[in-house]
């Protein structure tokens, strides 16, 4: 996941080495994680494809299979796990996600607490924005999600910097030892003001707070919890739209008043008995359209800065 070279820079100038886990990459909406294992092969509708031909290349090398198809083999960023990992709860999406770390004055140092785990989509982009010298303590209640993602931060290579505790924190808040500690919390839980006094006292003085939330009781409720030791406080929805662009073919001679209309460029059209196509009259033109896949709603994003005790 953060490929560090001997500076300690996080860099994703290296090659592909036996061992890495790496991005399939087929289309933006077909991707995999896999592991690179020498004597393995990946197989797919494009073919066979070796992983030992992979050894050696630099990520985002496009590789070919026996039968002439090919993919590519991208970094395993934050941003790309967040779409390959597998689900195991309802997880943040990078509109959420980058907000989060921005707005939470994430950096490199920063000590963060988390609460729940979940998927840890999360947590992988905290953990890039602490490295190298910081580190993100997060916890879940549920023992096999902790476990789980235990073993993904393994796999992505950020074990270093993320530590995973079972426990229960909304009713028995986050441990002592990071009482006055934590520059940033974060808390993804369903009754979060129950947590909020403990974040609290785990924040430094000005730390910052970020509780998410899908339903504005729960933004309501906590804010009203908020309100005694917390300053700034703000509620956002982040509404993201992506856009498909498409190459599309644009006829010219279709319309008398000059008029052109468009065909996507591999459907077969029926020759039409009224106006004649000829080959020379379409050209290319990239077409751009709000993507079906947007999303709407995800949660409402709450943040806040603790008062300083003077
Ligand atoms: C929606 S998931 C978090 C998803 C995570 N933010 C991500 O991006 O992958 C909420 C998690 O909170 C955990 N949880 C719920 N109540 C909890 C509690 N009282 N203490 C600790 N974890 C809790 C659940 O087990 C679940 O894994």
Redesign the pocket.
Known sequence: MLLMDSSKKISFNRCIRDGDLVIIYERHDTMKAVKVCENSVLQNRFGIFKHSDWIGKPFGSKVFSNKGGFVYILAPTPELW?LV?S???????IAD?SFVVMYLEVVPGCLVL??????????TSLARAVAPTGHVYT????EQ??AS?REDFERTGISNLVTVG???????GFPDEFSGLADSV?L????PW??IPSARNMLKQDGTLCS?SPCIEQVQRSCETLRSDFTDIRTFEILLRMYELREWKIDHSKFEDGSSIAYPPCKRRQPSSEVSVGENTSSPAVVARPSAETRGHTGYLTFARRKCDS
Do not use: K, M, N
Not at 139 to 142: A, E, P, V
Not at 188 to 191: G, I, K, N, Y
């Open positions: 967040t990992l689900h195991r709860t309802q997880i943040l999406y996600i988390e609460s729940g785990t979940g998927s840890g989509s999360l947590t916890f879940d209640f549920h999600r902790a993602a079972v426990r229960d924190i909304q009713s028995e974060f993804d839980l369903p009754q129950l947590a998410f």
